[in-house]
């Protein structure tokens, strides 16, 4: 009987030639919970077999003795034993081929492709057939706030007010809708702080390209008289004040505020500085005092819209009662309403308007991919190149235009809106107000949408040249005019968001009893939708009706702390009433 342990050289040659005589007898590895049978001796291989495959089998048998006393010694090197396996491993297979296995090419995420031209050309003979009599803008808003309604109720003061704590002038940014955002939290930090409010100045923005001063676009003696007894407004700085400033505004000590700053931060840090006085001696006993100014700029979304309700009632006043267009933006928006009311006398003046963001400022923005052309390609590096030089080039960016489709971050198409529209229950007769810019693709990119609603009218077409000229040149009157249509229309869909659209739900809730009258869709499920090659118009009808009546149940929403008061604007500037009073 051999023993295993105590083993030295003269033990391990005893133990080789004993396991050699009997290959039944097992070795036993230090550390090991079993017993791993030696290597059989090799049987007598015919002289017609390989050589090489004898040698091969002979050597496995060494090594595994060898091996085998090496751990006894050293039981630390069970650690790299793992490395060991593989290595002899890789050294049997040296002579294995190890070429690359085929490519295999994924299809892309469903929805992360456009495709909706395909789904069009596939349902268009049917869509052209489901020409319903009843049309859906006689019947779209169907549902009610718990049995109440809301109405405007926001009261300007009748109080006198107290001495001002200085003069406020803030610049603001942006477009037209940015601009009314920085307006009206002027007007709110004013009142707040006790303040004069300049009348504010316009940024020239590069996009906009828009030159155009507050008075151009609002009715600026109606604003400062409206808001009178609540905020003083006044067009200018007064003339001792700017003549401490060289005549120049921009020596102003300039205000950095943080974006959505909350009112503490203009009660201690802004009020302070406002406060502060400066004192000349003029003569024995005779002292002037004046109040400081202080400049704000940039000012787009430096208030917080988690207000107390006092303030709230300052950007209610301002947004909804004082800021009213120039008279001639808004003598010809009324008459581009009154002209889409006589078009649409068959629905009783109803007519449907849609905000298509699909200018080709918007399109790059967007970094999305629509027909994958070569020239679509060149037009967007170019536009992101003028608009916005060197933000998509950055080192490190990268720009993946299939998750921006699924994450519903691409605009919407005009032959999308049309799918939409159609699905939804909007006929062919239906009298459509689009407000855009240039849509990118001109003719072309439209065809599509005017098939499905040849109806379709833009300010362009309802007015004549001589009757826009004085707006063309400028971007925020044109988007003036687009607002007033969109504003009286029956139903307003947006396609894109931002601050228009936001806008002009919160003002249409203002106006219709709490109801925004607004269409949203959801663009992540339409992504899929329109990435279905399966797609049945039945089916397709199916899924726009839910997604119109959902926007029908979200037509009322209260405002929560962190929402836009502009887009909510109950319950701070509205009120309740029970359907069944007849008091107001």
């Excluded at 030696?38 to 050597?59: G, I």
């Excluded at 923005?365 to 060197?390: H, T």
């Excluded at 709490?514 to 992540?524: E, N």
Aim: hydrophobic letters at 35%.
């Amino acid at each position: 009987m051999i023993t295993t342990h105590g083993v030295d050289e003269g033990g391990g040659k005893a133990m080789i030639s004993q396991a050699e005589r009997d290959p039944s007898i097992q070795i036993r590895l230090p550390g090991s919970s079993h017993s791993s049978p030696s290597s059989p001796p090799s049987p007598s291989l015919p002289r017609s077999k390989s050589t090489s495959q004898a040698n091969q089998t002979f050597v496995q048998r060494i090594s595994w003795i060898v091996l085998s006393v090496i751990l006894r010694r050293h039981r630390r090197i069970l650690l790299f034993a793992p490395v060991i396996y593989i290595s002899c491993m890789l050294f049997h297979m040296r002579t294995a081929s190890f070429d690359a296995g085929p490519t295999i090419h994924r299809r892309p995420a469903p929805g992360s492709v456009y495709r909706s031209p395909q789904v069009y050309a596939k349902l268009r003979a049917v869509i052209d057939a489901d020409n319903a009599t009843a049309d859906a803008i006689s019947t779209i808003w169907k549902r009610s706030y718990k049995g109440v309604e809301w109405k405007p109720c926001v009261n300007k003061s009748n109080g006198v007010l107290p001495e001002s704590n200085g003069f406020i002038f803030i610049e603001a940014n942006g477009g037209l809708n940015q601009q009314r955002t920085s307006i009206c939290n002027a007007v709110a930090v004013a009142g707040y702080l006790n303040a004069t409010l300049v009348i504010p100045n316009f940024h020239y923005h590069s996009i906009w390209k828009d030159p155009s001063k507050f008075g151009d676009i609002y009715d600026e003696e109606y604003f400062i008289s409206t808001l009178a007894n609540d905020v003083r407004v006044v067009d200018s700085v007064p003339e001792y004040l700017m003549e401490r400033f060289d005549y120049n505004l921009t020596n102003v000590y300039n205000f950095r505020v943080k974006a959505w700053a909350p009112t503490s931060y203009y009660r201690d840090s802004v009020l302070p500085k406002l406060l502060e006085e400066k004192t000349q001696v003029l003569e024995v006993f005779v002292v002037f005092s004046w109040h400081r100014v202080i400049r704000i700029s940039p000012f787009a979304n430096r208030l917080s819209f988690d207000a107390p309700r006092a303030i709230q009632k300052f950007r209610c006043l301002a947004n909804n009662v004082a800021l009213r267009f120039a008279k001639p933006i808004l003598t010809q928006g009324e008459t581009l309403v009154k002209k889409m009311k006589k078009l649409s006398a068959n629905n009783t003046g109803k007519y449907v308007s849609v905000h298509l963001r699909f200018e080709e400022d918007m399109v790059a923005f967007s970094c999305c991919v629509f027909d994958g052309g070569n020239q679509e390609k060149q037009d967007m590096i170019a536009a992101r190149e003028r608009g916005w030089k060197g933000k998509f080039t950055k080192p490190g960016r990268v720009i993946r235009p299939g998750a921006n489709r699924l994450n519903g971050k691409c605009p919407l198409t005009p032959l999308e809106v049309g799918l939409i529209l159609r699905g939804m229950g909007f006929n062919k007769s239906t009298y459509i107000y689009l407000a855009s810019g240039p849509i990118y693709g001109g003719n072309r990119t439209m065809a599509p949408l005017l098939e499905m609603f040849p109806n379709l009218q833009t300010k362009e077409m309802l007015a004549s040249e001589e009757e826009l000229a004085p707006f063309k040149s400028f971007s925020s009157r044109m988007a003036a005019l687009d607002y007033t249509v969109c504003l009286h229309s029956e139903v307003f869909v947006t396609t894109q968001g931002g601050n228009f659209p936001h806008f002009l739900m919160g003002h249409r809730r203002y106006l219709f009893g709490g109801h925004s009258k607004t269409i949203r869709p959801d663009k992540r499920k339409l992504a899929v939708l329109f990435d279905n090659p399966k797609l049945s118009w039945r089916s397709f009808k199916h899924q726009m009706l839910n997604m119109r009546s959902h926007s029908d149940s979200k037509g009322f929403e209260l405002k929560r702390s962190s929402d836009s008061i502009y887009i909510f604007p109950c319950p701070d500037c509205m009120c309740r009433r029970n359907k069944t009073t007849a008091t107001t």
